[in-house]
T-cell receptor
Framework: GESVGLHLPTLSVQEGDNSIINCAYS??????FIWYKQESGKGPQFIID?????DKRQGQRVTVLLNKTVKHLSLQIAATQPGDSAVYFC?????????????FGKGTKLSVKP | EPEVTQTPSHQVTQMGQEVILRCVPI?????FYWYRQILGQKVEFLVS????????KSEIFDDQFSVERPDGSNFTLKIRSTKLEDSAMYFC?????????????FGPGTRLLVL
């Protein structure tokens, strides 16, 4: 089975609303998680990361929450804007891999309605 | 802000031909990676590279693939005898020191189409 997956493949929100994108992981040994944003035709763009010794980390308009008990990761985007429309991937480090290659989830497409 | 660059942005090739995808990682980064993304699917790890040798590779990275750092700035992925199923976006990434808890920065990708 997949190590990292997403609960919702698509999410549609109104401009100005908050968005929450969820991700489940299965490898309890993973200790580093990243959210990437991918716009059409572009490469994954780093948004925010979190280490397993943290439960929450905030950036500019984004917050990542980590629940190790249920192996769940979420990305919260405050005051969602049309420019936030993209596919969002969670990724975990391949713990045990010597150089930390990343395992990506399938992605959630976020659509922001004006 | 420094970024990873890739060329070409698009490549069309005939099945059985060889292609070379090029990447220029961020200049002070020491670890380099190739990933691929088949249309509509998730990003998959291919290979990592450090100090002029492969550090790790996935099951996808078979004898058909090779990587090279031909000079101080470029990092290449060669696909010999391309197959239809090699059609995908290929992303190069780099990280500063390659630890397991370190951000990897991705390039814009090369879209490869094998006909």
């Amino acid at each position: 089975g997949e190590s990292v997956g997403l609960h919702l493949p698509t999410l549609s929100v109104q401009e100005g609303d908050n968005s929450i994108i969820n991700c489940a992981y299965s490898n309890s040994a993973s200790d580093y998680f990243i959210w990437y944003k991918q716009e059409s035709g572009k490469g994954p763009q780093f948004i925010i990361d979190i280490r397993s010794n943290m439960d929450k980390r905030q950036g500019q308009r984004v917050t990542v929450l980590l629940n190790k008990t249920v192996k769940h990761l979420s990305l919260q985007i405050a005051a969602t804007q049309p420019g936030d429309s993209a596919v969002y991937f969670c990724a975990e480090n391949n713990y045990g891999g010597s150089q930390g290659n990343l395992i990506f989830g399938k992605g959630t497409k976020l659509s922001v309605k004006p | 802000e420094p970024e990873v660059t890739q060329t070409p942005s698009h490549q069309v090739t005939q099945m059985g031909q060889e292609v070379i995808l090029r990447c220029v990682p961020i200049s002070n980064h020491l670890y380099f990676y190739w990933y691929r993304q088949i249309l509509g699917q998730k990003v998959e790890f291919l290979v990592s590279f450090y100090n002029n040798e492969i550090s790790e590779k996935s099951e996808i990275f078979d004898d058909q693939f090779s990587v090279e750092r031909p000079d101080g700035s470029n990092f290449t992925l060669k696909i010999r005898s391309t197959k239809l199923e090699d059609s995908a976006m290929y992303f190069c990434a780099s990280s500063e020191i390659g630890t397991s808890a370190e951000t990897q920065y991705f390039g814009p990708g090369t879209r490869l189409l094998v006909l």
